[in-house]
């Protein structure tokens, strides 16, 4: 059967199942309407909320500018779906085309999106994690607790892991009058985004505003009282801190145990797919009916030397359920890449950070514009000669001209004269950045079988 | 037609009332030289590009010898350029320092307290219609509202306005690339003088309005000079006066030649605010921005424009671009994604865009709802002398009275 002989009746009277029911699965359910998909649509989504805005959790919500429970997306346009919230997918067959939940209930489909996301990384000592008072960000439920737990007023907030997360809740705090602990095992706050030149500057920033910032520690263990409450953190240095409240901000693990045994290439690293979206199954082939958008996708991008990238960012998500659902819905020859450039923006200590590219493939950085010590500055990132990022701290009104650079692949360092240009790292520094070739995550495929009709590559758990 | 001769045609008088063909000469090829070295562009995305690039200059400073542009006695410190003829880092100081009264985050109820004001300015230019049989909409309505309400806002005596009415306009035209710079110059001057005095009154009184505030304001930056104080309050001042006039009678004119539309916008008042947007793309109050320097070689569209040359940006042309608007020449204020660069686009982005969308929000409505039968008596009407800040010198309208 042609998949592209079929894509008429698809659009009529197809089923597409959506897994994932945030920014993502959202999108792409309104574009699939939107391009004239009439058939029946379902959304599958593990909490009980239709689709809400993360970006005000660690922000508005937490100052109380703005209610968790009103942070529903807007919606563009009616998608007549049928929602299934509350209930987690549980397993996935591609030969019979359906989707499993938790309760039983299977959905059969012709297309699947998944847009499951990615979930906070938890404490890595469970009994640690239950203390009260020690919370993760990820969720509305998880913005709506830590709000309340800061509205008490803690005499002390530990927050583990100086990432955008992390930041954020820090600037919260101090914008509260709460007192604020950062343990970051880097040397400085978004080391790991941004690079150490750009990270120092945060650094300064965190200080500046009255946070005990500790980098270059961790945190071993959280100790609570016979009650159960969070009571004390000890560091690798050595000390302790007496804290209320612990945030947990360690970043994010991809929903993808539910794809387990599905055959898909689809691990810890997140969904992987071609830059149409189409889901690559374990051995790298290429499927036709299931796709993947958002936090849990993995796709090669043409302008980074075709890496498998994949982004928490807002914006791609928006773009990528575009692409997906596009791309789900038409003939072969009339699909689109993803090729979507890396944008992402933090909101921290009165200072809109904002970043277009891939920061941590550079090899070097200028400051462009403006002046590190005034955390208001462009800074530029090179790799192998050519413009491969760019990161901003109050300057955001200039990413655009540099993403055009970005695509145009425009010479590094940039050569011209431009306004406010300074005297700030005009040579091109070290960005800095943790040394790559540290293992982070272990083989997770084996190759198995010996002819050709029988070699396959298989999933294998992550060591303990 | 020669190419050569564009800016010229554009800047001609006869051209005034619908420069429109021109543009579409233009967009043949987006960036076109001029004989006098300076290059126009003419397309959207070349236009966005330009005004998001750091290599052009609004500096005044970096002109070359004999260029255009607006009169300043670039000379005299006592009469510094306002925040637009700055790059960063000092644009960024003054324009923050003036934002600090104006928005969020440390005004963020500015322009909502505004509101009242506004309707109740509104209600005051309306009301001694009644009776009447012909009303200008330019003279009657479209141009008090904005001066009343930028007045208000800085504090400035409305009875002073037959003063500083004719100083405002005449610095306006300034930014005409035809017209001499010797008048703009001696307006800016006594315009200068005439706000010195106000400020330095505000500050022994603070009455109302941002002047005595803004005069105490101690931003990041460090606070204003004299001077800047001056040269800021004076862009506010003539921004109020030339720029919101035009965006009424340019939309009063559009909805008279759209009758259509005008007649569903009289029974769908919230239509106004995409009808405006459509407006700001359709007919610009501002249609080009003539005065940015390229600091460096900048490669765009095919066309090296080369380090010192003096750009004009189109704004009114690229709002008409049929690469980004689907049938450009049609207005529609159903109109999708309508991201025109009516109100520029970049770090020079209006300062005043969300007081102009609140007063002509607030005020189409009101004159529509009120004003019955309107018919237009002259099509096209009058046209102002200034290219750049375009609109309707008069626009008379047959009415057949007033409602309540």
């Known amino acids: 059967m042609s998949a592209d002989g079929d894509v008429k009746a698809l659009r009529r009277k197809g089923r597409i199942v959506v897994v994932g029911a945030s920014l993502a699965g959202l999108r792409a359910a309104e574009t699939l309407r939107d391009q004239g998909f009439t058939g029946s649509l379902t959304l599958v989504g593990d909490e009980p909320y239709e689709p809400y805005d993360r970006p005000p959790l660690s922000k508005q919500v937490l100052l109380g500018l703005e209610c968790a429970e009103d942070t529903a997306l807007p919606r563009t346009r009616d998608i007549d779906a049928e929602w299934r919230l509350g209930v987690a997918a549980a397993g996935l067959d591609r030969a019979a085309k359906d989707v499993r939940l938790v309760n039983g209930d299977t959905l059969p489909y012709d297309r699947l999106l998944i847009t499951t996301g990615t979930k906070a990384r938890p404490w890595f000592h469970p009994e640690e994690a239950a203390l009260d008072g020690v919370f993760v960000l990820r969720t509305r439920d998880d913005s709506a607790r830590l709000f309340r737990k800061l509205a008490a007023g803690p005499r002390r907030v530990l927050v583990i892991g100086a990432g955008f997360t992390g930041s954020e809740i820090a600037s919260v705090c ?25 990270a120092t500057v945060a650094a300064r920033l965190q200080r500046d505003h009255g946070v005990d910032l500790r980098c270059g520690v961790s945190v071993t263990a959280l100790e609570g009282d016979p009650a159960g409450r969070l009571r004390r953190a000890h560091l690798s240095d050595g000390s302790a801190i007496d804290v209320d409240v612990a945030v947990v901000c360690l970043g994010a693990l991809r929903n993808t145990e539910w794809l387990a045994g599905s055959g898909l290439a689809a691990g810890p690293r997140g969904v992987a797919c071609d830059a149409g979206c ?38 791609n998500a928006v773009e990528q359920a575009r692409i997906a659902a596009h791309n789900m819905l038409c003939a072969s020859t009339d699909r689109r890449p993803h090729l979507w450039v890396p944008m992402f923006w933090s909101v921290q200590f009165g200072v809109n950070i904002k970043s277009v590219g891939v920061p941590t493939l550079g090899d070097q950085l200028v400051v462009a514009q403006g002046a590190l010590d005034e955390a208001r500055f462009v800074a530029v990132y090179g790799y192998r000669g050519r413009v491969i990022a760019a990161a901003s701290f109050d300057a955001g009104k200039w990413l655009g001209f540099y993403q055009q650079q970005i695509e145009a692949g425009a ?54 | 037609m020669s190419l050569a001769t564009m800016s010229a045609q554009i800047t001609d008088f006869a051209n005034r009332a619908d420069p429109y063909p021109l543009y579409a000469a233009l ?4 960036v076109t ?4 070295g300076s290059y126009l562009v003419s397309t959207y995305y070349e236009v966005r590009s330009l005004a998001n690039d750091p290599r052009l200059s609004n500096d005044l400073r970096n002109r070359p010898p004999g260029a255009g542009g607006p009169a300043v006695a670039e000379e005299d410190p006592n009469q510094p350029p306002s925040f637009i003829f700055h790059d960063p880092p000092e644009h960024e100081r003054l324009r923050d320092t003036a934002m600090r009264q104006f928005g969020p985050p440390h005004s963020p109820r500015f322009l909502h307290d505004m509101r009242e004001d506004l309707a109740k300015i509104i209600t005051d230019l309306l009301d001694p219609l009644e009776g009447k049989t012909e009303v200008d909409v330019v003279d009657d309505f479209a141009y008090p509202l904005p001066v009343t309400a930028i007045c208000k806002i800085l504090g400035v005596p409305r009875e002073d306005e037959p003063l500083f009415h004719g100083w405002a306009d005449t610095v306006a035209s300034g930014l005409d690339p035809s017209q001499g710079k010797e008048k703009p110059r001696q307006a800016r001057v006594e315009l200068g003088a005439y706000l010195s005095d106000l400020i330095d009154s505000r500050r022994r009184h603070p009455g109302n309005g941002i002047l005595g505030p803004l005069a105490r304001e101690t931003g990041p930056g460090g606070s204003m000079s004299k001077a800047e104080l001056v040269a800021t309050s004076m862009l506010l001042l003539i921004a109020g006066h030339e720029t919101t006039v035009n965006l009424i009678s340019n939309t009063t004119l559009t909805l008279m030649r759209h009758p259509d539309i005008l007649k569903r916008f009289q029974s769908e008042p919230g239509l106004v605010v995409p009808l405006i947007e459509e407006v700001l793309r359709y007919e610009p109050p501002v249609q080009f921005v003539p005065f940015t320097i390229a600091l460096s070689d900048i490669d765009i569209a095919g066309t090296t424009i080369p380090k010192g040359s003096q750009v004009w940006l189109l704004l009114a042309s690229a709002n008409r671009d049929p690469k980004r608007f689907a049938d450009p020449d049609r207005f529609d204020p159903d109109r999708e994604d309508n991201q025109h660069l009516g109100f520029y686009t970049g770090i020079h982005y209006c300062f005043g865009a969300p007081l102009a969308r609140m007063e002509a929000q607030l005020a189409l409505p009101q004159l529509f709802r009120r004003i019955e039968n309107p018919r237009l008596l002259a099509d096209p009407p009058p046209y102002r002398v200034n290219p750049v800040l375009r609109g309707p010198r008069h626009l008379p309208l047959a009415i057949d009275g007033l409602v309540a």
């Open chain 2, 27 to 30: 967009r043949e090829s987006p």
């Open chain 2, 33 to 36: 030289r001029q004989d006098d």
């Open chain 1, 278 to 315: 189409r889901v690559f199954d374990a051995n790298g082939i290429v499927t036709d009916d299931i796709y993947a958008a958002g936090d849990v996708a993995r796709c090669p991008h043409p302008l980074f030397g075709y890496q498998f990238l994949s982004l928490e960012h807002w914006g």
């Open chain 1, 411 to 464: 010479p590094f360092p940039p050569d011209y004269a431009l306004v406010d240009r300074r005297t700030d790292t005009l040579q091109p520094v070290d960005p800095a950045f943790p040394d790559p070739h540290l293992p982070t995550h272990e083989p997770t495929v084996t190759v198995t079988g010996h002819s050709p009709t029988e070699r396959r590559v298989q999933f294998v758990a992550p060591h303990a």
């Open chain 1, 174 to 198: 101090r914008e509260r009058d709460v007192e604020v602990t950062v343990a970051e095992r880097a040397p400085a706050p978004l080391v790991g985004a941004l690079g150490e030149v750009v």
